[in-house]
Protein backbone atom coordinates (compact mmCIF):
# COMPACT_ATOMS: atom_id res chain seq x y z
CA UNK A 1 0.00 0.00 0.00
CA UNK A 2 1.34 3.46 -0.89
CA UNK A 3 1.79 6.22 1.83
CA UNK A 4 -0.80 8.40 1.50
CA UNK A 5 0.24 10.37 4.59
CA UNK A 6 0.17 14.29 3.59
CA UNK A 7 -1.64 14.12 0.58
CA UNK A 8 -5.36 15.90 -0.09
CA UNK A 9 -8.33 14.04 1.10
CA UNK A 10 -9.29 13.45 -2.80
CA UNK A 11 -6.13 12.61 -3.87
CA UNK A 12 -5.66 9.83 -1.42
CA UNK A 13 -9.40 8.73 -2.36
CA UNK A 14 -8.35 7.80 -5.23
CA UNK A 15 -5.09 6.27 -4.28
CA UNK A 16 -7.38 3.58 -2.32
CA UNK A 17 -9.69 3.52 -5.15
CA UNK A 18 -7.15 2.35 -7.49
CA UNK A 19 -6.03 0.09 -5.23
CA UNK A 20 -9.08 -1.56 -4.52
CA UNK A 21 -10.12 -1.97 -8.73
CA UNK A 22 -6.82 -3.56 -8.85
CA UNK A 23 -7.10 -6.21 -6.20
CA UNK A 24 -11.13 -6.60 -7.67
CA UNK A 25 -9.71 -7.57 -10.87
CA UNK A 26 -6.55 -9.59 -10.00
CA UNK A 27 -9.24 -11.91 -7.67
CA UNK A 28 -11.32 -12.35 -10.15
CA UNK A 29 -10.64 -15.60 -12.72
CA UNK A 30 -10.26 -14.85 -16.60
CA UNK A 31 -9.08 -11.29 -15.80
CA UNK A 32 -5.58 -11.13 -16.50
CA UNK A 33 -5.07 -10.08 -19.24
CA UNK A 34 -6.09 -7.32 -21.64
CA UNK A 35 -10.09 -7.50 -22.69
CA UNK A 36 -9.65 -5.70 -25.78
CA UNK A 37 -6.18 -6.96 -27.32
CA UNK A 38 -5.52 -10.65 -25.35
CA UNK A 39 -2.38 -8.62 -24.22
CA UNK A 40 -1.05 -10.86 -20.78
CA UNK A 41 2.00 -8.28 -19.54
CA UNK A 42 1.17 -5.38 -17.23
CA UNK A 43 -2.81 -5.14 -16.97
CA UNK A 44 -4.24 -1.63 -16.26
CA UNK A 45 -7.96 -1.14 -14.79
CA UNK A 46 -10.24 0.80 -16.28
CA UNK A 47 -13.80 2.32 -14.96
CA UNK A 48 -16.47 1.51 -17.66
CA UNK A 49 -18.78 4.26 -16.30
CA UNK A 50 -16.09 6.39 -15.83
CA UNK A 51 -16.44 6.80 -12.29
CA UNK A 52 -13.24 5.96 -10.39
CA UNK A 53 -15.32 5.58 -7.20
CA UNK A 54 -17.64 2.29 -8.70
CA UNK A 55 -15.67 -0.68 -8.13
CA UNK A 56 -18.01 -3.16 -8.86
CA UNK A 57 -16.45 -6.09 -11.05
CA UNK A 58 -18.39 -5.28 -13.57
CA UNK A 59 -17.28 -1.21 -14.23
CA UNK A 60 -14.00 -2.87 -14.08
CA UNK A 61 -12.22 -3.76 -17.56
CA UNK A 62 -8.83 -5.41 -17.57
CA UNK A 63 -6.99 -3.45 -20.61
CA UNK A 64 -3.07 -3.29 -20.76
CA UNK A 65 -1.79 0.32 -21.45
CA UNK A 66 -2.69 0.67 -24.68
CA UNK A 67 -5.76 -0.07 -24.71
CA UNK A 68 -6.49 1.99 -21.76
CA UNK A 69 -4.86 5.27 -23.41
CA UNK A 70 -7.44 4.01 -26.56
CA UNK A 71 -10.59 4.12 -24.41
CA UNK A 72 -10.08 7.46 -22.96
CA UNK A 73 -9.27 8.79 -25.93
CA UNK A 74 -12.21 7.44 -27.39
CA UNK A 75 -14.51 8.67 -24.75
CA UNK A 76 -13.00 11.88 -25.11
CA UNK A 77 -13.71 11.97 -28.94
CA UNK A 78 -17.09 11.22 -28.25
CA UNK A 79 -17.91 13.95 -25.76
CA UNK A 80 -16.06 16.95 -27.63
CA UNK A 81 -18.03 15.03 -30.60
CA UNK A 82 -21.44 15.76 -28.57
CA UNK A 83 -20.44 19.45 -27.19
CA UNK A 84 -19.73 20.63 -31.15
CA UNK A 85 -23.54 19.17 -32.05
CA UNK A 86 -24.98 20.94 -28.91
CA UNK A 87 -23.15 24.03 -29.67
CA UNK A 88 -23.83 23.68 -33.41
CA UNK A 89 -27.92 23.03 -32.00
CA UNK A 90 -28.02 26.42 -30.09
CA UNK A 91 -26.51 28.34 -32.88
CA UNK A 92 -28.54 27.40 -34.90
CA UNK A 93 -31.53 27.95 -32.88
CA UNK A 94 -30.53 31.51 -32.54
CA UNK A 95 -30.18 31.99 -36.41
CA UNK A 96 -33.91 31.22 -36.47
Known amino acids: MNDTTGLPPRQRLAIKSR???REIVEDLDGRDECLSCG???YIEVHHIDGDWLNN???NLAPLCRACHHDA???ERAVERIQEMKEDF???TEADA
Open 19 to 21: ETA
Open 39 to 41: YTG
Open 56 to 58: HPL
Open 72 to 74: HRT
Open 89 to 91: KQL
